[in-house]
């Protein structure tokens, strides 16, 4: 038993093939009016701008895209063009800087430094005991063990080790650096220690109570050095206290080591017979 929708869509299909013939023409009328309008100039212009507007369009986001990329790539050349001219810039100042400081330190070497080799603090060990000092002269440069380093304004320290361009210097910052003094107006000797901790102020150590020694008076290397040539300022005495038996003494060092950069070594060679004999026995051969 057939249903009414069934019966419907049979009366639909035979109108259909019964009508073909209309509907076709009515399909090639409709086309036909479409390829009319499509000649028509106004339309043939409205498509073809539409289409330039598109391609516009698309061609705009393809070259923004394209010029990220490239905008990208030039910044990048552009960094690394900046970081070497930046870098070269920076050699160039410190060359500057360099040969400006060794031209002062040349011109302002004193007289008692004697024959000398300049030298560039190029390392150093910062501690609260062990300072520690590298510059950049050696062997080959004539620089050998026990010699004095200083600058125009005193004494630095003394090389205790050295290699074919490099030498380790132990400065007066250092607790285990003596060197023998004597202040310029009472000529009171004493042994100069550094006492750990500020890096401006040392200790004139075994001065008698006895002594004449005034606060002011300036402090120079002495004969009695085993490696310092004479009159290498060291420092100035700033305070004076009683104890027992000797006088608590405080010295301001000649020197500013935390902006300590070049340096004069002076080549005089210490008297090895002077330091052989101080170190000989003190007792006599029994005699016969």
């Known amino acids: 038993m057939l249903t009414r929708k069934t019966t419907d869509v049979s009366s639909f299909f035979r109108f259909i093939a019964k009508h073909t013939a209309y509907l076709y023409f009515l399909l090639?009328?409709?086309l036909s009016i479409m390829l009319m309008q499509l000649q028509r100039k106004e339309t043939l212009d409205a498509i073809r701008e539409r289409g330039l507007a598109i391609n516009a369009a698309i061609g705009k986001q393809f070259t923004d895209a394209t010029a990220?990329?490239?905008q990208e790539r030039d910044n990048q050349h552009l960094f690394l063009q900046n970081a070497r001219l930046f870098a070269r810039l920076l050699r160039q100042?410190?060359?500057?800087r360099d040969a400006a400081e060794l031209k002062a330190i040349e011109a302002n070497a004193p007289q008692?430094?004697?024959h000398f080799k300049v030298a560039r603090v190029v390392d150093r060990r910062f501690s609260a005991t062990d300072n520690m000092l590298i510059i950049d002269a050696g062997s080959r440069q004539g620089v050998a063990r026990d010699m004095a380093v200083l600058t125009p304004d005193g004494l630095v320290g003394r090389v205790i080790d050295v290699s074919?361009?490099?030498a380790k210097v132990m400065p007066v910052i250092n607790r285990n650096f003596m060197v023998s003094v004597v202040s310029d107006s009472t000529r009171t000797n004493g042994l100069l220690a550094w006492q750990n901790g500020n890096e401006r102020l040392a200790k004139m150590e075994h001065v008698p109570v006895s002594s004449?020694?005034?606060?002011?008076?300036g402090?120079?290397?002495s004969g009695y050095s085993t490696f310092a040539i004479r009159g290498i300022p060291v420092g100035q005495i700033i305070r004076i206290s009683k104890?027992?038996?000797?006088?608590n003494v405080d010295v301001r060092l000649a020197v500013d080591f935390s902006s300590l950069s070049w340096v004069l070594v002076s080549l005089a060679k210490p008297s090895m017979e002077k330091i052989e004999l101080m170190q000989s026995p003190d007792s006599p051969g029994k005699g016969e």
């Open 28 to 30: 090639y009328c409709t």
């Open 68 to 70: 990220i990329f490239t």
């Open 93 to 96: 100042q410190a060359a500057l």
């Open 112 to 114: 008692w430094a004697g």
């Open 164 to 166: 074919q361009n490099y």
């Open 212 to 217: 004449k020694l005034l606060v002011g008076e």
């Open 219 to 221: 402090v120079a290397t």
């Open 243 to 247: 104890d027992k038996l000797f006088y």
